[in-house]
């Protein structure tokens, strides 16, 4: 394990900022909104704001107030960020992003978890944390193989887990993050003390029957993932089966990327008319920012490809079932691109014990609800500690 400074060439901008004044714009059809993808006058709006306003310094900055290192796990590049709480029982946690995120996601989070008494917390409810870079996003870099699915990516995870000495440990993840999470309490359950997941696949049994009975309110949570199928899955069905081709137009467009990137943060959020409804502008970009300084937009969607390769592969992927021995957390955000039914959960979670449905939030928790998320990652923590407040 070697230390890691997050410091990009001042080349590196200049060439985003001239590509950014270079930027070659479609026509679009009047008045068809986000319907079709990212509306032209948004999407220009945004690329302007990147290119005068945002400050990557500043996030760079940011982010290393924090330690990061770098270490090979089974012939790949692995970054992670290691915060240690000062508290002595703190809890080791990893937490896990996924697409289009990063290990920025967490920064609002951070504090909280490291320290809770500095933001109104027990000290009880502190957390070791590890944050790592998926192999393929970001500071982890391309893999340069094949074979990277989310099953390796949990291996890669009990690996580093075991080199930082935990030997008991909670993990927590949403999007890829949730089936690497669940991968990793099967692949090592004599160490892992729960799972905590924010984003919950439960596709319908095969058994008609296990549709009766039915509230309204999971006929809905159906009928939207039935229509999420129908009309909002282009963007997997193209990385699961042309990553390469896709890795061309947005690793030499940084507006490419960023129309990309910002549409699901649209989709997927707690918002109304446009993005920063939900997410601030400067957290939209850092993370379009880190894809595209790390030219990982092929990368990344190379992940697509390895562990959801074909529908069955994808059910399979994302469905379970998980026959896990540790308990498992469930929070689920009624914004996000997926809206789990319970009954169905139980089903693929022989072990879930912590079922939290909230009012508000989508699918990027750290930031949209943080506060939301760290009190449900606590209460968890606190059942997998035998307290109950």
Known sequence: MRPFRINFPQSDLDDLARRLDHTRWPDEIPGVGWDRGAPLDYVKELAGYWRTQFDWRAVEARLNEYPHHLTEIDGATVHFMHIRSAEAGAMPLILTHGWPGTVAEFLDIIGPLIDPVAHGGDPADAFHLVIPSIPGYGFSGPTGETGWDTGRVAGAWKELMRRLGYER????????GSPISLRLGLADPEHVAGVHINMCVTLPPPDPAAMAGLDDADLARLDFGLRFIQDGMGWQKIQ??????????????PVGQL????????????SAKVPEDAVSRDHILTAVTIYWLTATAGSSAQFYYESSHGDAEFARTWGGPWPLTMPVAVASFPRDAVRPVRRFAELILPTLSQWTEFDRGGHFPALEQPELLVGDIRRFARSLKGVTR
């Open 169 to 176: 440990y909670a993990v927590q993840g949403g999007d890829w």
């Open 259 to 270: 129309a990309w990137i910002a549409e699901k943060y649209k989709e997927w959020t707690d």
């Open 240 to 253: 699961s089966t042309r990553p390469q081709t896709l890795a061309y137009a947005l690793t030499d467009s």
